[in-house]
């Protein structure tokens, strides 16, 4: 008898096996958006991030810093809250961040379809339990009743704004629009209807398969769609909507590690987009190693044209080239009338003499400095800056910058060189402008004889460039070190812990406006100062990142870039 019902049992226990594993998976919230988003941003558990926020000391220290002040202030602040008030009205509640995190979930996704009305569509996982407890469902019979995929959903238009707001519960998922037909669609969705979705949409489809893991929180792009739009490349902050052109689509994942937040990023380049100029095998993974703990800032880029480098060059070791553009955005003076014409210091003009060109010798500079780079062939090149503090000095900036050629350098074409960048700037006719030996810690190293800092040491294939033999010192000591294993085309860091406090120290100098309280004030306008002020009460907000590390490597048509955020010592 019990082995009757033990092999009775067993078909049911293998069956009950088998459906589990092969039910179908629960469905990707993707595939129940509606297509044609600008972007969709999509979490992991997105009401436990809202409650890490709601708890965390960033939160708190934002919403009483100058800056946060300054931003409640501004216009894109005003639109966004007319906004929300207007949806609020047809609601008829304002849900705060609590109201918001009794309908955060755990899988969520938001995908946003027009920037102008602030269309979107949220989709959360929630419990019946959670459902119930909401601000949401206590006003649904509030509400016109409308129905899609079998399924009710409520709705509810406000006369006076025409914005509207429907929501639905279904199959454990909260249903939150701004559209009905964006509700509507994804109820069909949801109830297994073939409308196009989010997840086969190719710009959507693309990007994720290109991209690894989706982290903590994922937002994927619709570049195609989004420099479309004219309040996008206005409200865009970065300003940088022609290298956005670049791409078609990307992908952004964030995840938390221990003391780190790291973003990965993948973007698919256009197809009739330039491609990034070819660098061979170069790679930057002989430079990083150079890099001491000392610094304060540091980028290290493959190739890029010899311009670009030169200008570097000039303007961090010799002289900053005049700024001459004019701001489009700026009206034309007015002309006052009761001006004088000419002055005193019209005297010492020669009018048998025609003028300079403006930035006559910086011109002169650049093109010696990019002959000098031309020559070797830079394979690549890494800047190195930090600020100091030191007797007798306000606060210090050496850089040293250093270049790898693809051969050997000429060292007296480097001489040559550096005295003709220099020698329409410092010197009359380049008197004095000879080099003299010197050393650099334990490092020999050749020195610019006059009142400008300049020197510069060889080692291989590499130059160091330097206004600073300490600086130089510290990369030096450290030429001959293994490269990292890595195919990266581009790397930067800043060490914010270090470079904070000389931050302030400067700003607060450049304002020029000191509050008796220490308050960096625009007294006229009665609100912070941008930089000493506002700037830097963000600075402090943020003042547990300790450092930021950015790297980029070019796959074939894809660019990816890692993003780490280092917090602690």
Same mark, same amino acid.
């Given at each position: 008898?019990?082995?009757?019902? /033990?092999?009775?049992?067993?078909?049911?226990?293998?069956?009950?096996?088998?459906?589990?594993?092969?039910?179908?998976?629960?469905?990707?919230?993707?595939?129940?958006?509606?297509?044609?988003?600008?972007?969709?941003?999509?979490?992991?558990?997105?009401?436990?991030?809202?409650?890490?926020?709601?708890?965390?000391?960033?939160?708190?220290?934002?919403?009483?810093?100058?800056?946060?002040?300054?931003?409640?202030?501004?216009?894109?602040?005003?639109?966004?809250?007319?906004?929300?008030?207007?949806?609020?009205?047809?609601?008829?509640?304002?849900?705060?961040?609590?109201?918001?995190?009794?309908?955060?979930?755990?899988?969520?996704?938001?995908?946003?379809?027009?920037?102008?009305?602030?269309?979107?569509?949220?989709?959360?996982?929630?419990?019946?339990?959670?459902?119930?407890?909401?601000? /949401?469902? !206590?006003?649904?019979?509030?509400?016109?009743?409308?129905?899609?995929?079998?399924?009710?959903?409520?709705?509810?238009?406000?006369?006076?704004?025409?914005?509207?707001?429907?929501?639905?519960?279904?199959?454990?998922?909260?249903?939150?629009?701004?559209?009905?037909?964006?509700?509507?669609?994804?109820?069909?969705?949801?109830?297994?209807?073939?409308?196009?979705?989010?997840?086969?949409?190719?710009?959507?489809?693309?990007?994720?398969?290109?991209?690894?893991?989706?982290?903590?929180?994922?937002?994927?792009?619709?570049?195609?769609?989004?420099?479309? !739009?004219?309040?996008?490349?206005?409200?865009?902050?970065?300003?940088?909507?022609?290298?956005?052109?670049?791409?078609?689509?990307?992908?952004?994942?964030?995840?938390?590690?221990?003391?780190?937040?790291?973003?990965?990023?993948?973007?698919?380049?256009?197809?009739?987009?330039?491609?990034?100029?070819?660098?061979?095998?170069?790679?930057?993974?002989?430079?990083?190693?150079?890099?001491?703990?000392?610094?304060?800032?540091?980028?290290?880029?493959?190739?890029?044209?010899?311009?670009?480098?030169?200008?570097?060059?000039?303007?961090?070791?010799?002289?900053?080239?005049?700024?001459?553009?004019?701001?489009?955005?700026?009206?034309?003076?007015?002309?006052?009338?009761?001006?004088?014409?000419?002055?005193?210091?019209?005297?010492?003009?020669?009018?048998?003499?025609?003028?300079?060109?403006?930035?006559?010798?910086?011109?002169?500079?650049?093109?010696?400095?990019?002959?000098?780079?031309?020559?070797?062939?830079?394979?690549?090149?890494?800047?190195?800056?930090?600020?100091?503090?030191?007797?007798?000095?306000?606060?210090?900036?050496?850089?040293?910058?250093?270049?790898?050629?693809?051969?050997?350098?000429?060292?007296?074409?480097?001489?040559?060189?550096?005295?003709?960048?220099?020698?329409?700037?410092?010197?009359?006719?380049?008197?004095?402008?000879?080099?003299?030996?010197?050393?650099?810690?334990?490092?020999?190293?050749?020195?610019?004889?006059?009142?400008?800092?300049?020197?510069?040491?060889?080692?291989?294939?590499?130059?160091? /460039?330097?206004?600073?033999?300490?600086?130089?010192?510290?990369?030096?000591?450290?030429?001959?070190?293994?490269?990292?294993? !890595?195919?990266?085309?581009?790397?930067?860091?800043?060490?914010?812990?270090?470079?904070?406090?000389?931050?302030?120290?400067?700003?607060?100098? /450049?304002?020029?406006?000191?509050?008796?309280?220490?308050?960096?004030?625009?007294?006229?306008?009665?609100?912070?100062?941008?930089?000493?002020?506002?700037?830097?009460?963000?600075?402090?907000?943020?003042?547990?990142?300790?450092?930021?590390?950015?790297?980029?490597?070019?796959?074939?048509?894809?660019?990816?870039?890692?993003?780490?955020?280092?917090?602690?010592?």
């Amino acid at each position: 008898m019990k082995r009757a019902v /033990l092999f009775s049992v067993l078909p049911l226990c293998v069956a009950a096996y088998a459906f589990f594993q092969t039910a179908p998976p629960a469905p990707r919230l993707a595939a129940l958006m509606p297509s044609g988003a600008l972007l969709c941003l999509e979490a992991q558990n997105f009401g436990n991030l809202a409650r890490v926020w709601d708890t965390s000391q960033v939160k708190a220290d934002w919403l009483k810093s100058d800056s946060y002040s300054v931003f409640s202030r501004s216009n894109l602040f005003t639109k966004l809250q007319d906004v929300y008030g207007q949806y609020g009205e047809a609601a008829e509640f304002l849900p705060g961040l609590k109201g918001v995190m009794e309908i955060a979930g755990t899988e969520s996704a938001l995908a946003l379809y027009d920037i102008r009305n602030v269309e979107f569509l949220y989709i959360s996982r929630i419990g019946d339990a959670e459902i119930m407890k909401s601000q /949401l469902w !206590s006003i649904r019979d509030k509400f016109q009743q409308r129905q899609a995929g079998g399924v009710s959903f409520f709705l509810r238009t406000d006369p006076a704004s025409k914005r509207t707001v429907a929501f639905a519960f279904a199959k454990g998922f909260l249903l939150l629009a701004t559209r009905d037909d964006l509700l509507a669609q994804a109820l069909e969705l949801l109830a297994g209807g073939s409308g196009p979705s989010i997840a086969s949409d190719r710009w959507y489809h693309d990007a994720t398969v290109a991209a690894a893991d989706a982290g903590e929180l994922r937002m994927v792009m619709n570049f195609e769609s989004l420099v479309k !739009s004219v309040y996008f490349r206005s409200y865009w902050v970065q300003r940088n909507v022609s290298t956005i052109r670049r791409y078609w689509t990307g992908v952004a994942d964030e995840s938390r590690s221990g003391d780190n937040i790291t973003e990965t990023r993948v973007f698919l380049r256009s197809p009739d987009a330039e491609a990034p100029p070819a660098s061979g095998s170069a790679t930057v993974s002989g430079l990083l190693p150079l890099i001491p703990p000392e610094a304060g800032f540091y980028k290290a880029w493959v190739g890029g044209e010899s311009a670009a480098t030169a200008e570097l060059i000039v303007e961090k070791l010799i002289g900053r080239q005049r700024q001459e553009k004019s701001n489009w955005r700026d009206a034309p003076l007015a002309i006052s009338l009761e001006n004088r014409v000419g002055s005193e210091a019209d005297l010492e003009t020669h009018i048998d003499e025609r003028p300079l060109p403006s930035g006559a010798a910086i011109s002169d500079s650049l093109a010696a400095v990019q002959t000098m780079v031309e020559k070797p062939a830079a394979r690549a090149a890494l800047l190195v800056q930090s600020t100091s503090m030191t007797e007798g000095s306000f606060v210090k900036m050496p850089s040293v910058i250093v270049l790898e050629g693809a051969e050997s350098w000429d060292l007296e074409s480097v001489r040559n060189a550096l005295v003709t960048a220099v020698g329409g700037l410092w010197t009359t006719s380049q008197l004095g402008a000879h080099w003299i030996a010197g050393t650099a810690g334990r490092h020999s190293i050749e020195r610019l004889d006059g009142l400008g800092a300049l020197v510069f040491a060889n080692r291989g294939r590499l130059l160091f /460039l330097s206004n600073d033999a300490t600086l130089l010192a510290a990369l030096m000591d450290r030429a001959g070190t293994s490269p990292i294993a !890595s195919a990266l085309t581009y790397a930067a860091g800043f060490r914010y812990s270090r470079e904070r406090s000389n931050y302030e120290r400067i700003m607060k100098a /450049l304002d020029f406006n000191g509050h008796p309280d220490g308050l960096q004030m625009d007294h006229a306008n009665d609100k912070p100062s941008f930089f000493s002020g506002n700037i830097a009460s963000l600075s402090q907000v943020l003042s547990r990142v300790s450092e930021i590390r950015v790297t980029e490597e070019e796959r074939a048509t894809v660019t990816v870039q890692t993003v780490l955020y280092h917090f602690g010592q």
